[in-house]
């Protein structure tokens, strides 16, 4: 059973910095995507960034390019969201999702809170 575990979530002021973390566990993730989510109060989920388990093609929403980075580390199950100049607009919940195939987010995490201050 595919488990996804986030971290690193917390209250950080404007311009500030945060790493999240999704720990993978319970199979092969090799021919896999794995992507961040966001989600604010009120609002639907949107996507952030994502890249294939391998750490190649990664891609980003418009909003968060040149601020954001995603990586994966394959010897330890995870990827990372590295998450540079933050702004108010950036406070949702971030989760994070693996794909059963193309397009397909099947599995996703618990989610951890990112909130920022102005």
């Known amino acids: 059973q595919v488990q996804l575990v986030e971290s690193g979530g917390r209250l950080v002021q404007a311009g500030g910095s945060l790493r999240l973390s999704c720990a993978a566990s319970?199979?092969?993730?090799?021919?896999?995507?794995m992507g961040w989510f966001r989600q604010a109060p009120g609002k639907e989920r949107e996507f952030v960034a994502a890249?294939?388990?391998?750490?190649?093609?990664?891609y980003y929403a418009d909003s968060v390019k040149g601020r954001f980075t995603i990586s994966s580390a394959n010897t330890k199950n995870t990827v990372y969201l590295q998450m540079n100049s933050l702004k108010p607009e950036d406070t949702a919940v971030y989760y994070c999702?693996?794909?059963?195939?193309?397009?397909?987010?099947?599995?996703w995490g618990q989610g951890t809170q990112v909130t920022v201050s102005s």
């Open positions: 890249i294939s388990w391998s750490g190649g093609n990664p």
């Open positions: 999702a693996v794909d059963s195939e193309p397009g397909s987010w099947a599995y």
């Open positions: 319970g199979r092969t993730f090799s021919s896999h995507t």
